[in-house]
């Protein structure tokens, strides 16, 4: 959660020491959008995600336990913010950051004046603006359509066009995906994580 008295974070405390990181918003983006079209059955598939985001996040990988590493990467990820009970991540998806690229890049340009494409702007940073996007942006209009129950719609003809809409903006990726209690998905991985999380340290020590 960005606090107006203090600068953004740029590491990550983790076992009473801080770790520099990547603040390159790109590289949260790429983890949620990977996170949320993976088969959540596939263990492995998940490990591996979470293993090479902390290499890409990290500047140098924390000599710490993996699932302290973890927690300072997630809480990272949800900008300081706490989950929400059920679940860590949405239980259904409006958006995705690679299918509606050009949306958000015209949505962030028309509304702040920024160039994502050339901008390395910092993760949490990227993430308020994000959500502070209006309905003045084609892309917060298309969220809209992609959210909206229509079987609350009352007005045949209405509800017959946002149908239209809804499978017209529809995302090719899973819209719907549920998640675990985080801490019991955590243990569950934590052999596969330790495995992975060795074998991304000897390839970054080879470089």
């Known amino acids: 959660m960005i606090n107006l008295t203090e600068k953004l974070p740029r ?3 983790i076992g009473g020491a801080e770790y520099p990181v ?3 918003f790109r590289i949260m983006t790429e983890f949620e959008t990977k996170i949320c079209s993976v088969d959540i059955s596939d263990k492995n598939a998940f ?4 293993a090479e985001t902390i290499s890409k996040l990290f ?19 949800r900008c300081g913010k706490k989950p929400k009970t059920g679940g ?3 239980q259904k998806r409006c958006y995705d950051y690679k299918e509606d690229a050009n949306y958000i890049y015209a949505a962030f340009a028309q509304q702040y004046g920024d160039d994502l494409v050339n901008s390395k702007m910092h993760w949490w940073e990227f993430r308020a603006k994000f959500l502070g996007l209006t309905d003045a942006t084609e892309f917060v209009k298309i969220m809209q359509y992609r959210c909206t129950d229509i079987s609350k719609i009352k007005n045949k003809d209405e509800r017959a066009r946002l149908k239209k809409l809804q499978e017209y903006f529809s995302l090719g990726s899973q819209n719907t995906h549920k998640f ?8 569950a991985m934590k052999m596969r994580l330790q495995k992975r999380f060795k074998e991304v340290k000897e390839q ?3 470089k």
């Open 88 to 90: 860590f991540f949405p």
């Open 22 to 24: 990547n603040t390159d």
């Open 180 to 187: 675990a209690n985080v801490k019991e998905r955590e243990q």
């Open 59 to 77: 500047i140098k990988i924390p000599k710490a336990d993996i699932e302290e590493i973890i927690k300072g990467l997630l809480n990272y990820y």
């Open 47 to 50: 490990a591996k995600i979470i």
């Open 11 to 13: 590491s990550i405390k």
């Open 204 to 206: 970054a020590s080879k």
